[in-house]
């Protein structure tokens, strides 16, 4: 059975990544990609469809025994995992070298104290888990081989099957180290070449330092953002420069409920804020890896813009279920793919123009497309402003006219006219400027509820939406107008949980609400951290302060953070680790530490 989603840590080459528990066991590995079909999809079902286990030898009728310790090596992802026995002390290091040649996911057991009988058993399962590879050895090599994949495992142990399991029996003694390492190669081509673990180890850990010593916060919550920059990194495709929403599909928002989508693809949204954070804490190297990205992707179609792609900029991410997979703790269904990708969602062309204008204020080298496309999606915006669409949230509901849709449809004209303004760029100015003034007079006349003044989640609605803690943040008024703290203080009293984190929206139990979905949904974490942000805007700065240190307490012991926070159940929920959650983390420190709003 799966742990809990705080129970596991994350390992990955920039190209794909694996969830390992506190167990030892590693229930969650998708082969050569993100996106690619899962070898190891435990984490969505049994260990009938695949996982990889080692650590500490126990009963068959035992629950195999979680770490005692465990943590990153210093600022990398390297997981380090101990486990104190009657015997002595065991640790086992998992990491994944960044990635020159075949993708390796390679485990070292190392004795610390005692002699402590270990095992490592592997189940490989490809196609999510459907399929059973043919196992066998080649060269004293054994591999699974099933249709186009194979898998190889080299260790230095002695190997046996047994129940369609790969397992090895072996003790070890203090200062000896035993590696195991599994490679992915296309099956028709030879074998990958033989690993060096050790120099691997060596090689990962130079990378990882290297990489963080560009960051340049060094602020009072560095540990933080220092964690959520290399778990950023960690979701980043590096051959395209695209970035994941997070690692996995199908971790539910709800536990037994429906709300279990597909997330190993790039949102513009969260790439866009992603390029935000990387840019302000020092990683412009990555950021305008995003940016070609995403002009690639948008090609010269920027009127079909997608609110997602491949993590190559695929188009087509058509949605499926996996029947055969009885989901994590029997959620149901197990999407993969996503039906949203060709949703109309008008706020993308807002954060991508934001993106755009970050980057070229921030100095990142010019780009004449990147000006181009900016112009060409304020004139499509001309046209469809004043459609309804289906939002931030991905609505599956009818199409409404979303006040944050149309706040960052005039963050779009806002920003492209500041960019013909510095003169380096031209367009029709006075008439984008109409646009936005036009933009500006509707949200504020049909957005807004002077009885309880408060703008509204959409025109005539009197429901509350925590998007719109973004208005003063994009700069659509000021921190000080009466209406936006009159929204603060709303999306405080209405949607926020009983230990104060926020909801997105009022979701409608069994009936299918705004969104067109049964059941409920967790506090959004992303939220919970605008809210910070707005209240250190508004002044109240003690009290952004302690719902900042609140949300940090949310992370699990390895400063990771999935999509929600599930108030009644006090437990993580939703995909993990979130982009999206870990970008607001970056982004509410950086405000909080300029504020000199921190404690200690």
Not at 53 to 70: I, L, Q, T, Y
């Amino acid at each position: 059975m799966a742990g809990r989603i705080e129970d596991y840590a994350l390992i990955g080459d920039m190209q794909t990544a694996a969830l390992v528990c506190r167990d030892g066991t590693a229930d969650w590995l998708c082969l050569p990609r993100f996106d690619s079909h899962a070898v190891f999809a435990g984490l969505l079902g049994t260990e009938e469809h695949g996982f990889w286990r080692v650590g500490p030898a126990h009963s068959e009728h035992e629950e195999p025994p979680a770490a005692d310790r465990r943590r990153y090596r210093g600022d990398s992802l390297i997981l380090e995992s101990e486990w104190d026995t009657d015997r002595g002390t065991v640790r086992v290091t998992d990491f994944m070298p960044p990635r020159d040649g075949a993708p390796q996911l390679i485990r070292i057991v190392e004795g610390v104290s005692g002699r402590v009988p270990m095992r490592s058993a592997l189940r490989m399962r490809f196609s999510y888990g459907r399929i059973t590879p043919w196992v066998h050895k080649v060269d004293g090599r054994t591999v699974a081989v099933a249709g186009p994949d194979s898998v190889w495992l080299d260790t230095e142990v002695e190997t046996h099957g047994e129940n369609l399991t790969t397992y090895s029996d072996f003790t070890v003694a203090p200062g000896e180290r035993i590696a195991f390492t599994i490679s992915w190669q296309p099956s028709h081509r030879t074998p990958p070449a033989l690993p060096e673990p050790e120099a691997s180890l060596e090689a990962t850990a130079d990378f990882w330092r290297d990489w963080v010593d560009h960051c340049t916060y060094h602020g009072p919550y560095r540990e933080a953002v220092v964690r959520s920059l290399i778990t950023l990194k960690a979701l980043t495709y590096a051959p395209t420069g695209g970035i994941v929403a997070a690692p996995t599909t199908s971790l539910p928002e709800e536990i037994g409920g429906v709300r279990n989508w597909d997330y190993r693809y790039t949102w513009l949204r969260d790439a866009a804020i992603t390029l935000s954070s990387l840019l302000r804490t020092g990683y412009r190297e990555e950021a305008q890896a995003w940016r070609e990205w995403l002009l690639r992707a948008v090609a010269g179609d920027p009127e079909n813009l997608q609110i997602m792609y491949g993590i190559a900029g695929e188009r087509e991410l058509g949605e499926a279920e996996l029947d055969w997979l009885p989901g994590y703790e029997n959620s149901t269904p197990v999407r993969v793919g996503n039906g949203a990708a060709h949703q109309l969602q008008l706020d993308v062309y807002g954060e991508v123009t934001e993106a755009l204008h970050l980057a070229h204020m921030t100095g990142l080298a010019r780009n004449d497309y990147a000006s181009l496309l900016q112009l060409k999606l304020i004139s499509y915006l001309e046209d469809h402003w004043q459609e309804p669409d289906e939002g931030i949230w991905e609505v599956r509901g009818p199409r409404r006219h979303f006040v944050h849709s149309k706040v960052m449809a005039w963050v779009a004209v806002d920003r492209t006219i500041k960019l013909i303004e510095s003169g380096d760029a031209d367009g029709p100015v006075e008439r984008w400027r109409q646009m936005r003034e036009d933009i500006h007079r509707d949200v504020c006349e049909k957005g807004y509820d002077p009885e309880r003044n408060t703008f509204t989640q959409s025109y005539g609605s009197k429901e509350l939406d925590a998007s719109l803690l973004l208005i003063p943040q994009m700069g659509f008024l000021p921190p000080d107008d009466k209406r936006v703290i009159g929204t603060i203080e709303a999306i405080q009293r209405e949607l926020s949980t009983e230990d104060g984190f926020v909801l997105r929206y009022p979701t409608a139990g069994e009936d299918a609400g705004v969104d067109g979905l049964a059941g409920d949904e967790g506090a959004f974490l992303a939220c919970s951290f605008w809210l910070a942000d707005d209240l250190a805007m508004i002044g109240r700065v003690d009290e952004a302060r302690k719902l900042f240190e609140k949300l940090l307490s949310l992370r699990n012991d390895l400063g990771l953070l999935a999509e929600e926070w599930d108030s009644k159940h006090q437990r993580q929920v939703g995909n993990f680790p979130q982009a999206f959650s870990h970008v607001p983390l970056i982004d509410t420190a950086l405000r909080l530490t300029a504020s000199g709003a921190y404690g200690g």
